[in-house]
């Protein structure tokens, strides 16, 4: 079975990096996705990575990926306001797409 | 702007009441999906169409019903027999749902709640 997870919370100073973190049990995922929740808004698609790399960067957004592990991480460089949000992180097996209980980045002055 | 709108964006149920819920794309997407969110839980799916006149129940798809009559509009029905319907309710759309790399995109949801 399939099975995301992640710590809940997450507060970073503002201009600092935050690291979120996911863990998935699923070995034969192939992709594996970030998403964004703005209060009261439906998801965005932040990245995603494909299950034979093992870093993908784009812009301040770092994705790396231990598959041995089954470990995925997502770091925003220089953490602004308007990154406050969820954070969620998903994976895609067997086509299907499950997702982890979200982090709730606050980010403070 | 193509995107997908859902409506309305509030909405209370009383007691032994249906619901419907209406999700709109205009992107073209063959593939539209329902899920479920509640606080500190991740998403969970519960139906799913692939292509008009078609759908499939997902993880938790007891007390709910869907039509795919149009493939611009997936509207979602919360019965009476759904006994805890309070939550936000996001529906998405994907260009087909075979594609391993396929990427959901969302509307903005709708909150649920049981007067």
């Known amino acids: 079975g399939e099975d995301v997870e992640q710590s809940l919370f997450l507060s970073v100073r503002e201009g600092d990096s935050s690291v979120i973190n996911c863990t998935y049990t699923d070995s034969s995922s192939t992709y594996l996705y970030w998403y964004k929740q703005e209060p009261g808004a439906g998801l965005q698609l932040l990245t995603y990575i494909f299950s034979n790399m093992d870093m993908k960067q784009d812009q301040r957004l770092t994705v790396l990926l231990n598959k041995k592990d089954k470990h995925l991480s997502l770091r925003i460089a220089d953490t602004q306001t308007g990154d406050s949000a969820i954070y969620f992180c998903a994976e895609r097996a067997d086509y299907k797409l499950s997702f982890g209980a979200g982090t709730t980045v606050t980010v403070r002055a | 702007d193509g995107g997908i709108t859902q409506s309305p964006k509030y909405l209370f149920r009383k007691e032994g009441q249906n619901v419907t819920l209406s999700c709109e794309q205009n992107l073209n997407h063959d593939a539209m999906y329902w899920y479920r969110q509640d606080p500190g839980q991740g998403l969970r799916l519960i139906y799913y169409?692939?292509?008009?006149?078609?759908?499939q129940k997902g993880d938790i798809a007891e007390g709910y019903s869907v039509s795919r009559e149009k493939k611009e509009s997936f509207p979602l029905t919360v019965t009476s027999a759904q006994k805890n319907p309070t939550a936000f309710y996001l529906c998405?759309?994907?260009?087909?749902?075979?594609?391993?790399?396929?990427?959901?995109?969302f509307g903005s949801g709708t909150q649920l709640s049981v007067l």
């Open positions: 998405a759309s994907s260009i087909r749902r075979t594609g391993l790399d396929e990427k959901l995109f």
């Open positions: 169409s692939q292509i008009v006149n078609d759908f």
